[in-house]
């Protein structure tokens, strides 16, 4: 039983899933022209048809399997998906021009989809186009001052559209708005973190049996919460932490005593002289990247012989990687993440992928069911590469030791500011510049060092964080005072596009 929100390629297609598995309803993302065969396998209690940068009037306009529309299930239309349903019934959709654009107010609002709203209610809108006529029979049931089709519904009430959109935070009552979808369409409400919990707890064990798992773990959130998940679950497994010399400051023991307090059967590698050796005289952040990736490869290989044999290799896949997997837009590779990818055939492993349903905030709630320490589940982001590219330039252990100690500092000054959760991840580069300074009375020739903090929801697009001046100066004379080799530090004011989060 779920929602099943058909994709016609709208930046905010994922948001509408999250919002509705936050008001409790299980939700899953299909491509927009998926057969009906695979929208009725996910067993839809209601759909709801995507936003899309396109015009429905336009040849090769995405449309969904016209089978959809003999199913029993109400459907919501968000914005081009309120195109498609106008147009499919009959009714009339063109290019209104700017006049669609941006915030506005609902004049009138009526029906169970506004249910407990008085306008006017703040909206957002970013189409160009708008329905002009509406299909034999239906009504609006929402309007602007200039727009008198802002919602509409079917004469049965059953199919239903919004020209806005209600899962973005422009839209206050948003979540209202798809609740209140929700109740008319007798959605059930029962997709809880405690149940997500049960639910995945019972199947790993039902999968795995008396087998054994193998798992590695990085420190990061989804990894950490994995392994306690097998552990809590009385599953047999040996989580491997791979130390390859290019974790943050304290992280080692932070990672091993939070996890093996709680019951996980956890191997450290000590790697770091390997990956060092591994990564002497390399400067270019792909090649970087790829020699960590083959010495992971290897170290794991090593481990999974020593240690083995395992049935199951478990993984943190998470559901927007499932969603990318069926076939949305295609993304361009733009740095090539690294993980244990290509470790399971080769080693005859089965995948055990617990997570593979769940957005992240739904892991972090998870995480907080099992008892992760929130020094683990709250913690920045981390890529698997570590420090490494954070280096820019050639990885020595001295410029190690200098970009662990400059974000250590910048860390520890954005906690002791009470700064730590307005940015989503923050970092110290090191950067291949030295520049001319003064210590003491004497010319000093130091390196200089880019802070970079940013906000951000999914990582895909990120705004650099407005730290005040207090906390920036803070960790310049800091890190200046006490890392002797740094003479400069500057604060990273780019977004993403066009940067990236990190510098390699
Ligand atoms: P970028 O730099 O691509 O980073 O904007 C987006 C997010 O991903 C993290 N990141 C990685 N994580 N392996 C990972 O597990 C990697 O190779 C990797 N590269 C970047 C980065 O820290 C940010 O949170």
Redesign the pocket.
């Known amino acids: 039983m779920s929602v099943v929100i058909l994709d016609f390629g709208s930046q905010y297609t994922r948001l509408i899933a999250r919002r509705m598995r936050e008001l409790n309803a299980f939700s899953v993302v299909l491509p927009g022209t998926a057969p009906i065969e695979r929208i009725r396998e996910a067993a839809p209690t209601a759909v709801v048809l995507s936003g899309g940068p396109r015009s429905v009037f336009e040849a090769g306009a995405p449309k969904p399997d016209d089978a959809l529309y003999g199913l029993e299930v109400p459907i919501l239309g968000v914005c081009y998906g309120m195109h498609l349903l106008a147009e499919r019934f009959g009714g009339r959709v063109i290019d209104a021009g700017e006049r669609s654009y941006g915030s506005d107010r609902l004049a009138h609002a009526d029906g169970p989809l506004f249910e407990g709203l008085e306008p006017p209610v703040a909206i957002w809108m970013s189409h160009a186009d708008a329905v002009t006529e509406l299909p034999e029979g239906w009504s609006s049931i929402a309007a602007t001052a200039t727009n008198p089709n802002v919602a509409v519904a079917s004469p049965d009430g059953r199919r239903l559209g919004v020209q806005f959109h209600p899962e973005v935070v422009h839209t206050p009552d948003g979540a209202r708005i798809l609740s209140n979808f929700l109740d008319a369409s007798g959605v059930p409400r029962d997709w809880t973190p405690e149940r997500n919990l049960e639910r995945i707890t019972e199947d790993a064990r039902a999968r795995v049996g008396g087998d054994r798992v193998l798992l590695g773990v990085?420190g990061?959130v989804d990894s950490s919460a994995l392994a306690l998940l097998l552990a809590r679950a009385g599953v047999d497994h040996l989580a491997v932490f791979v130390d390859h010399g290019l974790l943050r400051a304290g992280e080692r023991a932070e990672v091993e005593d939070g996890l093996r307090a709680l019951g996980v059967n956890l191997l450290t590698v000590d790697a770091g002289e390997r990956f060092l050796s591994a990564l002497a005289g390399i400067v270019d952040p792909e090649a970087k990247?790829k020699a960590i990736g083959r010495e992971f490869v290897a170290v794991f290989r090593e481990e999974a012989q020593r240690h083995g044999p395992f049935r199951f290799l478990a993984q943190g896949t998470l559901y927007p990687d499932v969603i990318e997997s069926a076939g949305g837009e295609g993304a361009a590779n733009?740095?090539?993440?690294?993980?244990v990818g290509g470790l399971p055939e080769e080693l005859g492993f089965e995948l055990l992928e617990p997570f593979r349903m769940l957005f992240k905030d739904e892991v972090r709630e998870v995480a907080r069911l099992l008892g992760l320490p929130d020094a683990i589940r709250l913690r920045h982001?981390?890529?698997?590469?570590g420090l490494a590219?954070r280096i820019l330039g050639e990885v020595t252990s001295e410029r190690i030791e200098i970009v662990r100690k400059s974000d250590a500092i910048f860390l520890e000054v954005l906690r002791e500011h009470g700064a730590y959760h307005d940015a989503w991840?923050a970092?110290a580069v090191l950067t291949p510049i030295q520049s001319v300074g003064v210590a003491g009375d004497e010319r000093r020739y130091g390196h200089v060092v880019a802070l970079r903090a940013v906000t951000s929801v999914d990582?895909m697009t990120?705004d650099w964080a407005r730290l005040s001046h207090e906390v920036l100066d803070d960790a310049a004379r800091r890190i200046t005072r006490e890392i002797p080799e740094v003479g400069r530090v500057v604060y990273d004011i780019t977004s993403?596009p066009p940067a990236?989060?990190?510098w390699e």
Do not use: C, D, W, Y
């Open positions: 990085s990061g990247r733009i740095k090539s993440h690294h993980n982001p981390f890529p698997g590469p590219v991840q970092l990582a990120a993403k990236t989060i990190e």
